[in-house]
């Protein structure tokens, strides 16, 4: 149950009864919750909604800062991607808020901040709001970030797809970014040829 509290008072902490159409739900425990403020008592588990987590990583480069035979120091974004599927198995569409703490030294996306628009922060996390039509699927992305220095050997298979992937998605120094495009095509070249 998410409740609002309208009053400039505090509501102590204690148990709720929880009803629908004068028919009994069931009973919570609710934390003190501040004047003006949100809460979500937690009272019975909705069957009728599943979701499937699918968690991954990946790095992606921010910047160059050195280049120096053939090992490249750079600034590298770490990437943390939690996909959400929300199935709802109910006749009837469900409002859901997907409750998510992001990472200690990460942050939100751009991506992620633009979807979450209307997201609201209850107790140190981010409350997601996803509509799941009746019988359907929907998908939720949250991508959090944190940077790190990484050093890139140019000479082997990961550093050069970790440098095209730079290339592809950065814009830097059309000088520059000739150069490395002919180490990137040159590797490629190599590799196809050895195959």
Do not use: C, M
Not at 51 to 77: K, S, Y
Not at 83 to 112: C, D, I, Q
């Amino acid at each position: 149950v998410r409740i609002v509290n309208p009053s400039s008072y505090t509501l102590d902490a204690g148990p709720f009864t929880v009803y629908a159409k004068g028919q009994f739900l069931g009973e919570g425990l609710s934390e003190a919750i501040l004047p003006k403020s949100t809460a979500f008592i937690p009272y019975a588990l909705d069957r009728s909604i599943v979701a499937d987590p699918e968690v991954d990583t990946r790095e992606e480069i921010e910047r160059l800062l050195t280049i120096q035979r053939g090992v490249v120091t750079t600034e590298t974004r770490r990437i943390l991607r939690t996909k959400l599927t929300l199935s709802n198995r109910g006749g009837e569409e469900a409002e859901v808020y997907v409750r998510h703490k992001v990472a200690p030294g990460f942050e939100l996306t751009a991506k992620s901040a633009e979807a979450s628009s209307k997201v609201e922060k209850l107790g140190g996390a981010h409350l997601f709001p996803v509509t799941v039509p009746a019988g359907e699927a929907v998908e939720l992305v949250i991508e959090e970030w944190t940077p790190l220095l990484k050093t890139v050997d140019i000479r082997t298979d990961g550093g050069i797809r970790d440098v095209a992937l730079f290339l592809r998605k950065r814009e830097i120094d059309p000088g520059l970014k000739d150069k490395l495009k002919a180490i990137v095509d040159s590797h490629t070249d190599t590799a196809n040829l050895q195959e």
